[in-house]
C-alpha cells in the first residue's frame, strides 16, 4: 500500500479525526434545563467557590490539550501550525484509543517562547494536562520548564519523555539479555535534541556513568563551541573522559548506541567495532541510523527501530497514553521522573522470561496490557511522590 496516497484519499473522506461527543441527551425541555439555563447555574456557582470543583462537575478531569507551533512535525520539520493538525489529530486519537483521554489539538500561530508559555497557561484551566508535541529544540526545553512553573496540572513533552521512557524499557530488557548493566556499559547517544537529551537524562538517572552524546558537528564536550543551554549543561554530566571527534571516532568499544538522529550515520564497519554483543537502537524515521539486517551483520546482538515494520519498535504510544491516565485519574500535579521511571519499568515487566528475545525486547504497541501495566505504576508513582492531589477509590487492587 501507499500509505502517503491512500492516507489522502481517508483524509479527504474523514475530513478531521476527532469530533465532539455529546454525553447527555437533549431531547427535551427539562434535559436543556439540566444541561443549561437555568439548572447549568449551580454547577458553575459551585466550581466558584472552590475550582477543583471543575474536575467533579466538566469534562476536565479527562481531558488534554494536545499544544504545538509546527517547528518540529515528525520528520517534516517546520511546516506550520495549520499543517500539524492532521499529526495533532491523530495525537488525539492515540489518547482515545490507547488511553481514554479526551484531547483537544491546538495548534498556536507563534514560535516565540512568550507568547506559547503566556497562552498555554492561560488555558490550563479547561484542562486536566498538557501534552506538548513537535515543538524545535532547544524551544522546546525552555517552554515546558516554565510551564510546569506556571501551571497546576501535569506538562508533557512527549518527544523527549516518552520517547526517553519506552527506550529505557527497550534498554532494561536488552541489557537483561546480554547480561550486561547499565552501570557498567559504555553508551554513545547520537542526536542531542529533546529525545537525544531527554534519554541521556533518563538513563543518568537510573545509574549510566559512562556515556558521550553527539550531534551533527561530533561529540559534545566541555567548551565545545556553539553549544546552547541544554548541550552545554549535558557536556558537564557526560563525557568522562573528555574525548573528541566525530561518531566514528567514539564508537570503538562501546556497548550501546542510541540514535534519534539521521538516516545512515552508523555504518556496518563502526558496529563491528563496538564491545561484544552490541545494542543498537537505531530511531531515527523513516530511514534508521542502520538497517537492522546491516546491524546484525555488523554483529549487533540486538537491534530497536522507530519502525513498525522491525521487531522491538521504540515506540511512545506504549508511554503518554498511560502515563495521562494514571495522572489523570490522581489529578497529579506533574509527571516527575518518579512516574517516568515507573512507567518504564512497568513496561519492561510487560515481558517476561519466557517471552524475552533478541527480537522481543518490549510490548507490541497494541499489547492490551499497556493501558492498565503503565497507568497503575503511575498512580502508584504520583501518590509516593506527592503529586497526587486525590487517590483513586481502587487505588488498594495496585498494592
Known amino acids: 500500500m501507499d500509505y502517503g496516497v491512500e492516507s489522502i484519499k481517508m483524509h479527504q473522506l474523514w475530513r478531521g479525526k476527532i469530533a465532539t461527543a455529546v454525553k447527555i441527551p437533549a431531547a427535551t425541555r427539562e434535559d436543556l434545563s439540566l444541561a443549561y439555563t437555568p439548572g447549568v447555574a449551580q454547577p458553575c456557582l459551585e466550581i466558584q467557590k472552590n475550582s477543583d470543583k471543575s474536575y467533579e462537575l466538566t469534562s476536565r478531569w479527562n481531558t488534554v490539550a494536545v499544544v504545538t ?4 512535525v515528525l520528520g517534516l520539520g517546520d511546516i506550520g501550525p495549520e499543517a500539524a493538525m492532521p499529526v495533532m489529530e491523530g495525537k488525539c486519537v492515540l489518547l482515545k484509543a490507547f488511553g481514554d483521554v479526551d484531547a483537544v489539538p491546538l495548534c498556536l500561530r507563534s514560535k516565540e517562547v512568550d507568547k506559547i508559555v503566556d497562552t498555554i497557561t492561560l488555558l490550563a484551566g479547561s484542562f486536566g494536562g498538557i501534552n506538548l508535541e513537535d515543538i524545535s529544540a532547544p524551544r522546546c526545553f525552555e517552554i515546558e520548564q516554565r510551564l510546569k512553573a506556571a501551571c497546576d496540572i501535569p506538562v508533557f513533552h512527549d518527544d523527549q519523555h516518552g520517547t526517553a521512557i519506552v527506550t529505557l524499557a527497550g534498554l532494561i530488557n536488552a541489557l537483561r539479555i546480554v547480561g550486561k548493566s547499565i552501570q557498567n556499559i559504555r553508551t554513545i547517544i547520537c542526536g542531542a535534541g529533546a529525545a537525544g537529551i531527554a534519554i541521556t537524562r533518563l538513563l543518568l538517572s537510573m545509574g549510566l556513568k559512562n556515556v558521550i552524546l553527539c550531534d551533527l558537528d561530533g561529540v559534545i564536550y566541555k567548551g565545545r563551541d556553539h553549544l546552547n543551554k541544554q548541550t552545554r549543561q549535558m557536556a558537564e554530566v557526560t563525557n568522562l573522559y573528555d574525548e573528541k571527534g566525530q561518531l566514528a571516532d567514539v564508537i570503538t568499544g562501546a556497548d550501546v548506541f542510541i540514535g534519534v538522529s539521521a538516516g545512515g550515520v552508523l555504518t556496518k564497519e563502526m558496529v563491528s567495532r563496538m564491545a561484544p554483543d552490541p545494542i543498537i537502537f537505531a530511531c531515527a524515521n523513516p530511514t534508521p541510523e542502520i538497517f537492522p539486517d546491516e546491524a546484525i551483520a555488523g554483529g549487533a546482538a540486538i537491534v530497536a527501530t522507530g519502525r513498525s515494520d522491525y521487531p522491538n519498535q521504540i515506540n511512545n504510544v506504549l508511554a ?7 495522572a489523570l485519574d490522581t489529578r497529579a500535579r506533574d509527571i516527575n521522573d518518579e512516574m517516568k521511571v515507573a512507567a518504564a519499568l512497568a513496561l519492561a515487566e510487560l515481558v517476561s522470561d ?7 525486547i518490549i510490548p507490541a504497541a497494541f499489547d492490551p496490557r499497556v493501558k492498565q501495566a503503565v497507568a497503575d505504576a503511575v498512580i502508584k508513582a504520583a501518590i509516593a511522590s506527592g ?13
Do not use: N
Open 387 to 399: 503529586v497526587a492531589r486525590i487517590v483513586p477509590p481502587d487505588t488498594r487492587k495496585l498494592d
Open 69 to 72: 507551533d509546527g517547528t518540529a
Open 320 to 326: 503518554f497514553p498511560g502515563i495521562f491516565r494514571g
Open 354 to 360: 519466557q517471552e524475552l528475545s533478541e527480537t522481543y
